[in-house]
């Protein structure tokens, strides 16, 4: 599995969490329009996966929308980590900020 | 701007390093937002900063399409600085922390997300206009205390301090709710008063 199919199953678990209105990119601007340049009318995925001395770190930006913000972005900790166990990676660092609460 | 036009990098005045400036954005909204734009659409301090745009929008439009005369408290250059504030408070900041049960991973909320929650809360309450919002003290360290600073239009005949005191209690029970920041105090200013056009053309 490359790591754009990881994120993007990463991308489509964590939509699928009660309260989590909207998934941003986590990559910063400037990195994503030049690997959009690269990837042509591909669209890259939102989640942004590094390895740093071996170990992947993954970051998601989420929309909440939900009562707590806490709690969605907790849940959303277990989607990313689900589908990191379910791909044998079991050694990851995860970061979930919440960059917006929706109305 | 337009989808076909490559976005300029580097802008000083650029929203969320997208490329595109408050004035694009706005331009953006009046367009219903099509033909969409990715590096607009997901990215999150432009959408906050085009949710506030679409907020108030309404009623700059009103405004601005009336009178100035008429209207003292809230011209055009007052909605300026409105959306300078806006555009500048959208910027992601720091991160603030959240706490989690697993030392593998890291929860935050932005200081921007903050910001434009406070902001909604204070637009909710009915007669109100934020203005300016600020946090102050120390938002990356566990439980520290921070001060909220926040200053308000009044819709002209509202009762002042009730709609401050409302706004106080919702921009309080917000952060309660998605944060976990101690907040020592919430100060609100009420720092213009505004009035809106009504359909007939007299004010409200």
């Given at each position: ?103 | ?16 390093d997208s490329g595109y400036t408050l004035e694009d954005l ?103 206009l934020v203005g300016r919002c600020q946090l102050h003290g ?67």
């Amino acid at each position: 599995m490359t790591d754009d199919e990881l994120a993007i199953l990463i991308e489509t678990a964590v939509r699928g969490v009660d309260g989590v209105a909207n998934v941003y990119s986590a990559l910063p601007p400037l990195t994503r329009s030049a690997r959009q340049l690269t990837a042509g009318t591909v669209t890259l995925p939102l989640v942004a996966l590094a390895r740093k001395d071996g170990l992947l770190a993954v970051t998601v930006n989420v929309g909440v929308s939900a009562p707590q913000a806490p709690a969605t972005a907790s849940a959303a900790a277990i989607a990313v980590r689900t589908v990191l166990d379910a791909a044998g990676i079991v050694d990851a660092e995860v970061i979930v900020r919440v960059s917006r609460v929706h109305d | 701007m337009t989808m076909d036009t490559p976005p300029p990098t580097g802008e000083p005045d650029d929203v969320g390093d997208s490329g595109y400036t408050l004035e694009d954005l706005s331009d953006y909204s009046d367009r219903g937002r099509t033909p969409a734009i990715p590096a607009i659409d997901d990215n999150a301090e432009c959408q906050s900063v085009l949710a506030s745009i679409e907020r108030v929008g309404a009623l700059s439009r009103d405004l601005i399409a009336k009178d100035a005369a008429d209207h003292p408290a809230l011209d055009e250059s007052w909605f300026g600085s409105l959306f300078a504030a806006i555009s500048n408070e959208a910027k992601a900041g720091r991160d603030i922390p959240l706490s989690s049960p697993d030392p593998r991973t890291r929860l935050s909320i932005t200081e921007g997300a903050v910001r434009e929650l406070v902001r909604a809360a204070g637009d909710g309450v009915a007669g109100a206009l934020v203005g300016r919002c600020q946090l102050h003290g120390d938002l990356e360290g566990p439980g520290s205390g921070i001060r909220v600073e926040l200053s308000i239009s009044v819709l002209l005949g509202a009762p002042v301090h009730e709609v401050a005191a409302l706004v106080r209690q919702r921009v309080y029970s917000e952060l309660l709710a998605h944060t976990e920041l101690a907040v020592e105090s919430v100060d609100v200013t009420v720092a213009d008063v505004h009035v809106i056009p009504n359909a007939k053309g007299g004010t409200a």
